[in-house]
């Protein structure tokens, strides 16, 4: 797939090129195929600039800068992330700008400033709280959860992670769920809770 998406953008079929990008995304994101995900999205990114699809863009400038996030090049995953957050403020797309300030926030947690990543998930929850989309918001609850118990405030991660949990079961998210009970756990480990 990621051999028929360049040469689908080679041969000028650039939807073919953003709709595999878009498709392997999620399985690129759980497997150790970092190259195939840094391949297909940079492809998929380029074609999408050349189809003029902002929402295809969009999900693959976060695509690549996760990948890029993933590799410690952080520098380049914040400006996919920022590029998307300006076209997702301009289309006006809340969820999607509340996704851009979720990833702004990972790729710096993972910078080692937890203090800045709050901030930028914190205005992510701010966002989704106009958007009726239980999915995501599910997904930035776990996000801020894991930001505060690295910061130790454990009763605040508590209540995220629990908020996060209600609405992965409702969803069904059982791969979701997997992420959010292990920030639990690691939470329940910082209170001293060895039974829960």
Same mark, same amino acid.
């Given at each position: 797939?990621?051999?028929? +998406?360049?040469?689908? $953008?080679?041969?000028?079929? *650039? ?28 492809? @998929? ?8 699809? !902002?929402?295809? &863009?969009? =999900? ?13 090049? =952080?520098? *380049?995953? *914040? %400006?996919?992330?920022? #590029?998307?957050? !300006? ?8 969820? @999607?700008?509340? /996704?851009? =300030? ?16 709050? #901030?930028?998930?914190?205005? $992510?929850?701010?966002?989704? +709280? ?13 996000? /801020? ?18 908020? +996060? ?5 409702? &969803?069904?998210?059982? =791969? %979701?769920? @997997?992420?959010? #009970? ?13 039974? #829960?």
């Amino acid at each position: 797939l990621v051999v028929a +998406a360049r040469q689908a $953008a080679g041969l000028g079929r *650039h939807d073919i090129t953003a709709q595999i990008g878009v498709a392997m995304r999620e399985f690129l994101h759980r497997t150790p195929y970092i190259d195939a995900w840094m391949a297909v999205s940079e492809d @998929g990114v380029a074609s999408g600039r050349r189809l003029g699809d !902002d929402t295809v &863009l969009c =999900f693959l400038l976060l695509s690549l800068g996760q990948a890029h996030s993933e590799l410690n090049h =952080f520098a *380049h995953a *914040h %400006r996919c992330f920022t #590029e998307a957050l !300006d076209i997702r403020r301009r289309t006006g797309d809340k969820g @999607g700008e509340a /996704m851009a =300030f979720n990833c702004l926030a990972i790729n710096l947690f993972r910078q080692g400033k937890p203090g800045r990543a709050y #901030e930028h998930m914190r205005t $992510a929850l701010d966002i989704m +709280a106009t958007v009726d989309d239980r999915y995501l918001t599910g997904m930035v609850l776990n996000n /801020m959860g894991h930001i505060l118990q690295s910061m130790q405030r454990y009763g605040e991660a508590l209540d995220c992670l629990d908020r +996060a949990l209600t609405l992965q079961r409702q &969803l069904g998210e059982g =791969f %979701r769920m @997997g992420i959010t #009970e292990i920030s639990l756990g690691q939470t329940c480990l910082g209170l001293r809770r060895y039974q #829960e």
